[in-house]
């Protein structure tokens, strides 16, 4: 027998009465109705609707209920009559629990479709899944059927295939296209790493599916649309500005800021002058601002705010004209500084000071240049003589390191240590020295006789040499003798000579090693006028007995 509709109409009523009811093992509710959902599907497309019930707002096994005994039949509304109508399990149309497939759907299938399951005793009824068959267009893909995806320049992105849930068996069998021609990719999404302008477009993803020997496309389309990313508002002119003019001239100075890709209401530009704003410009005026105006360039849109002088006075020279910029979030404040051309706006005191400090800087740096030369002359005028009272015999000990064997100290060392340094020192520049191999009484013993000596010296001259660096020596004694006297006791001041370079230092007793790295060394300098005399007599006790026999 078949069904009435109106008997249709009265069973639909009557299951929603009975959504409270319990059956065997669930309390069902049907979804509420503005849960109910829209599929949008092409004429001549293949389309599901799926029946979906829910207990206490979560979704139901429908394969458990039809374990226990449910059945389900599928209904459409007419909404223009108000029929309800009963769908049969056809070819065209076909219900497989709990889905009801289109192969395909067509224009006329358009309209609000709802499930009811049914176990003998009690009817519940799910919610409206409304069906929209949009009619065959020219093109891939329609305006009514598109779904829209915002994203940034720049920014990743996933574009997912909407809607396609009940065909995730299939998803490898998916493509996409980009603008209805190029197929640029396959599967579920759409993956983007970084976003570019060329991005922006229609995709549509399109997966074929065989049935009863056909093949039905289900497809699905959406918008990509990009935004430029968001660029904070910046202030770009002016920052701390000194700008010269000239009194009486007409005078426009532009405010400008970047305001991001897109003009802005909250950014605005205004001029301010002793914290109060200056209004636009009127005749009478003698400082106001132009219109705000907007220029568009590839980085941004620049809002400009131009400050207008008709005529520059007095009264608007060494004053600060403030630029505020100000955004939702932020305040930004540049200013410009009037001077008139060709005069300073730093007062004298300030240019006087600077000055002083501009001096005394290159004094010292002539000082620290010059100061042995000015040390020399220092004591050549003033006769400064720091030897008197001190009961010392000698100006300096000179100490030549040697080896046992003393072939293996060169000529030119000894010629040096024992000709040259006393010639100079002693005859030219009036110095006492104490050589041990030359002063010292023979037969007298050795280790009294050297701190006796040295004791008796303000000065100990070290020279070093190549050779002792590599071998042993028989000046150690005397050596350490006066690095005692000189670290540990401090009585007597060093003055290390190099006469050639030495590379390696490491061999050099650990005493020595810390007084060449506090101390440096004079470095040997051809001829009797070098600064390495210089030098020395600088390091040397200042005496005022001096024999000149020629320049310094």
């Not at 993956?191 to 699905?220: D, M, P, W």
């Given at each position: ?85 009963l769908l049969d399990n056809g070819t065209r149309i076909a219900a497989q629990w709990p889905l009801l497939g289109f192969w395909p759907a067509s224009v006329k299938d358009t309209g609000r479709y709802f499930c009811s399951v049914f176990n003998g005793t009690h009817n519940i009824s799910g919610p409206n899944v409304s069906l ?200 930004m404040i540049g200013s410009i500084f009037l001077q008139e051309k060709g005069k300073s706006a730093v007062p004298p005191s300030v240019g006087l000071l600077f000055s002083a400090i501009v001096v005394l ?192």
């Amino acid at each position: 027998m078949v069904m009435m509709p109106w008997m249709i109409f009265l069973l639909f009523t009557t299951a929603e009465m009975r959504n409270k009811y319990i059956t065997e093992r669930y309390e069902i509710n049907i979804f509420p109705p503005f849960q109910s959902t829209t599929v949008f599907v092409h004429d001549g497309e293949h389309a599901r609707l799926r029946c979906q019930l829910c207990n206490e707002s979560s979704p139901i096994d429908m394969n458990d209920l039809q374990t226990h005994g449910f059945t389900i039949s599928w209904f459409k509304g007419n909404s223009k009559s108000g029929v309800v109508e009963l769908l049969d399990n056809g070819t065209r149309i076909a219900a497989q629990w709990p889905l009801l497939g289109f192969w395909p759907a067509s224009v006329k299938d358009t309209g609000r479709y709802f499930c009811s399951v049914f176990n003998g005793t009690h009817n519940i009824s799910g919610p409206n899944v409304s069906l929209y068959v949009i009619p065959i267009s020219e093109g891939c893909y329609s305006k009514e059927t598109e779904y829209t995806r915002n994203g940034c320049i720049g920014s990743s992105t996933r574009l997912v295939c909407p809607h396609m849930e009940e065909f995730k068996d299939n998803a490898k069998d998916l493509k996409w296209y980009k603008n209805c021609q190029e197929e640029v990719a396959t599967g579920l999404s759409l993956e983007f790493h970084s976003l570019g302008k060329e991005n922006a477009g229609h995709y549509t993803c399109v997966l074929s599916i065989e049935h009863n020997g056909r093949q039905y496309n289900v497809t699905r389309t959406l918008e990509l649309t990009l935004t430029e990313p968001y660029i904070e508002p910046k202030l770009i002119y002016p920052h701390q500005e000194h700008i010269e003019v000239t009194l009486g001239e007409r005078r426009v100075i532009n405010c400008t800021a970047l305001a991001g890709h897109k003009s802005k209401q909250d950014v605005r530009l205004t001029w301010e002058f002793q914290q109060r704003k200056i209004t636009s410009c009127k005749p009478e005026a003698s400082v106001c601002k132009d219109p705000r105006r907007e220029t568009i360039r590839n980085d941004g849109v620049y809002v400009e705010r131009p400050l207008v002088f008709p005529k520059v006075k007095e009264e608007h020279l060494n004053q600060h004209f403030n630029c505020v910029l100000h955004t939702s979030v932020n305040k930004m404040i540049g200013s410009i500084f009037l001077q008139e051309k060709g005069k300073s706006a730093v007062p004298p005191s300030v240019g006087l000071l600077f000055s002083a400090i501009v001096v005394l800087f290159i004094l010292a740096c002539v000082c620290a240049y010059f100061k042995v030369q000015i040390a020399l002359c220092f004591r050549d005028l003033t006769g400064r003589d720091e030897t008197c009272g001190d009961n010392k015999e000698y100006d300096a000990y000179v100490l030549l390191l040697k080896n046992d064997d003393t072939l293996l100290n060169t000529h030119e060392e000894q010629e040096f240590a024992f000709k040259l340094l006393p010639a100079i020192l002693e005859e030219k520049f009036g110095y006492r020295l104490c050589i041990f191999e030359r002063d010292v009484v023979p037969g007298v013993a050795s280790a009294e006789s050297i701190i006796f000596y040295i004791n008796k010296c303000r000065r100990l001259i070290i020279i070093l040499s190549k050779e002792y660096v590599d071998d042993h020596f028989s000046s150690t004694y005397e050596l350490m003798t006066g690095l005692h006297q000189v670290l540990v006791e401090r009585k007597i001041k060093p003055i290390l000579i190099q006469l050639k370079p030495i590379n390696n230092t490491k061999s050099l007793p650990e005493s020595l090693q810390l007084l060449l790295k506090s101390k440096g060394t004079v470095k040997w300098g051809e001829g009797k006028h070098s600064y390495f005399w210089k030098k020395l007599r600088y390091l040397m006790p200042a005496k005022s007995r001096q024999v000149h026999t020629g320049n310094q």
